[in-house]
């Protein structure tokens, strides 16, 4: 079974870091490009970066930029995302999905590109 597993939420202040881990398993993890998305409360999914499968691209969003990095390591199977100056805004259900390699990278932000979701892990930054 394809699985991804993530972890490393946690509540923390304004302006603190975090770093969020993504264990894959079931699957050839670098034939799949992986990406973060995260869930507000009351709010759509949104796409927050995505890493190709060698790691040489990634892509992140706009709010983000400058402030989370996305990293994978394909030796173990895992993705991350290290979150830093950390905004309440953040405050979210983080999630690691993974997508064919063969699909390229030029439409990574898309949720419905993705072929394997993992369970979320809550991001909570108090101001």
């Known amino acids: 079974d394809v699985q991804l597993q993530a972890s490393g939420g946690g509540l923390v202040q304004t302006g603190g870091s975090l770093r969020l881990s993504c264990a894959a398993s079931?699957?050839?993890?670098?034939?799949?490009?992986i990406g973060w998305f995260r869930r507000a409360p009351g709010k759509e999914r949104e796409f927050v970066a995505a890493?190709?499968?060698?790691?040489?691209?990634?892509y992140y969003e706009e709010s983000v930029k400058g402030r989370f990095t996305i990293s994978r390591d394909n030796a173990k199977s895992t993705l991350y995302l290290q979150m830093n100056i950390l905004k309440p805004e953040d405050t979210a259900v983080y999630y690691c999905?993974?997508?064919?390699?063969?699909?390229?990278?030029?439409?990574?932000?898309?949720?419905?590109?993705?072929?394997?979701w993992g369970q979320g892990t809550l991001v909570t930054v108090s101001s």
């Open positions: 079931g699957f050839t993890f670098d034939d799949y490009s």
């Open positions: 890493i190709n499968w060698d790691g040489y691209n990634t």
């Open positions: 999905a993974a997508r064919e390699k063969r699909r390229g990278f030029a439409d990574a932000s898309l949720a419905n590109t993705y072929l394997a």
